[in-house]
T-cell receptor, first 115, second 113 residues
Framework: NAGVTQTPKFQVLKTGQSMTLQCAQD?????MYWYRQDPGMGLRLIYY???????DKGEVPNGYNVSRLNKREFSLRLESAAPSQTSVYFC??????????????FGPGTRLLVL | SQQGEEDPQALSIQEGENATMNCSYK?????LQWYRQNSGRGLVHLIL?????REKHSGRLRVTLDTSKKSSSLLITASRAADTASYFC?????????????FGQGTILTVHP
């Protein structure tokens, strides 16, 4: 199993350009998440999807949109990139087994630089 | 805003010593988790402790939780150079916040050979 995969690994954008970050998991997890991590900071939740067909805002949703394409895939879109969106973006997933909450499994991250 | 506050921000020790990191939070929680992040990598889950638990062990890791003080600690015993990483606490708030984690700013641990 690959776990959580993210593409691309690294991207440079100019201010105003758009792009979509892709995330996929092969663990049959219900929930998926997008975080951003800025230097010296912990992770901040951008959007999450508790189950296929639902999405909700996290702590820092402005400037982003998401799509839960199916149970496996959860994409993050920047419609008009700004330098403030320079960050490392992590996707994560979690499941629910036998009534117990599970932990989150993280992808390797996408490093985004907006010039 | 960050719910978890971690202390210290950085910790430097010699191999074989113990490392203790602390985390404080503000609201009631369902559980508290600790994650590790090696430089340039994603986070890896270490241990989860539920709000009705006070202590948990996993290998060289020991986690305590004091809900009355809204604090947790992570102890790594007999540290190794390979333990060098950033360590984050994350809380799942009580109520309907299932699955939503709030992360602290992390403790950077350096273990010198």
């Amino acid at each position: 199993n690959a776990g959580v995969t993210q593409t691309p690994k690294f991207q440079v954008l100019k201010t105003g350009q758009s792009m979509t970050l892709q995330c996929a998991q092969d663990m049959n997890h219900n929930s998926m998440y997008w975080y951003r991590q800025d230097p010296g900071m912990g992770l901040r939740l951008i959007y999450y999807s508790a189950s296929e067909g639902t999405t909700d805002k996290g702590e820092v949703p402005n400037g982003y949109n998401v799509s839960r394409l199916n149970k496996r895939e959860f994409s993050l879109r920047l419609e008009s990139a700004a330098p403030s969106q320079t960050s490392v973006y992590f996707c994560a997933s979690s499941g629910k087994l036998a009534g117990l909450r599970e932990t989150q499994y993280f992808g390797p991250g996408t490093r985004l630089l907006v010039l | 805003s960050q719910q978890g506050e971690e202390d210290p921000q950085a910790l430097s020790i010699q191999e074989g010593e113990n490392a203790t990191m602390n985390c404080s939070y503000k609201t009631s929680i369902n559980n508290l988790q600790w994650y590790r992040q090696n430089s340039g990598r994603g986070l890896v889950h270490l241990i989860l402790i539920r709000s009705n638990e006070r202590e948990k062990h996993s290998g060289r890791l020991r986690v305590t939780l004091d809900t009355s003080k809204k604090s947790s600690s992570l102890l790594i015993t007999a540290s190794r150079a390979a333990d060098t990483a950033s360590y984050f606490c994350a809380t799942e708030a009580g109520g309907t916040s299932y699955g939503k984690l709030t992360f602290g700013q992390g403790t950077i641990l350096t273990v010198h050979p």
